[in-house]
């Protein structure tokens, strides 16, 4: 069965980073879209940043544009997400997900159209 690892979730102070990383498994298994997505208490679960697989194509949420940024490493069937000059209301739960819908040839980040979900890494931000 498709499973997604996340790890690099941690605390740090506002204006810090951190850098999320996303394993799919087994290696086999190809995801044309996959993303990240985070969910606060209380709160839907939001997309943050989607990638295309297969050309590198990046959608990111207006919440992270110009902070975080998506990127994968196809060999090892990994991807990224670089979250910088976080600020307190991005501390949530962060989720990888993959196989996205696909809307005119990009990925979406639509969080009831994905067909796969990691465990989730907690990231707190906090003054």
């Known amino acids: 069965r498709v499973q997604l690892v996340e790890s690099g979730g941690g605390s740090v102070q506002t204006g810090g980073s951190l850098r999320l990383s996303c394993v799919v498994s087994?290696?086999?298994?190809?995801?044309?879209?996959m993303g990240w997505f985070r969910q606060a208490p209380g709160t839907e679960r939001e997309g943050v940043a989607a990638?295309?697989?297969?050309?590198?194509?990046?959608t990111l949420a207006d919440s992270g544009k110009g902070r975080f940024a998506i990127s994968q490493d196809y060999a090892k069937n990994t991807i990224y997400l670089q979250l910088n000059s976080l600020k307190s209301e991005d501390t949530a739960t962060y989720y990888c997900?993959?196989?996205?819908?696909?809307?005119?040839?990009?990925?979406?980040?639509?969080?009831?159209?994905?067909?796969?979900w990691g465990q989730g890494t907690q990231v707190t931000v906090s003054s």
């Open positions: 997900a993959a196989e996205l819908w696909v809307s005119g040839n990009r990925c979406t980040l639509e969080a009831k159209r994905v067909d796969y």
């Open positions: 087994p290696s086999t298994v190809r995801s044309n879209c």
């Open positions: 990638i295309y697989t297969g050309g590198g194509d990046a």
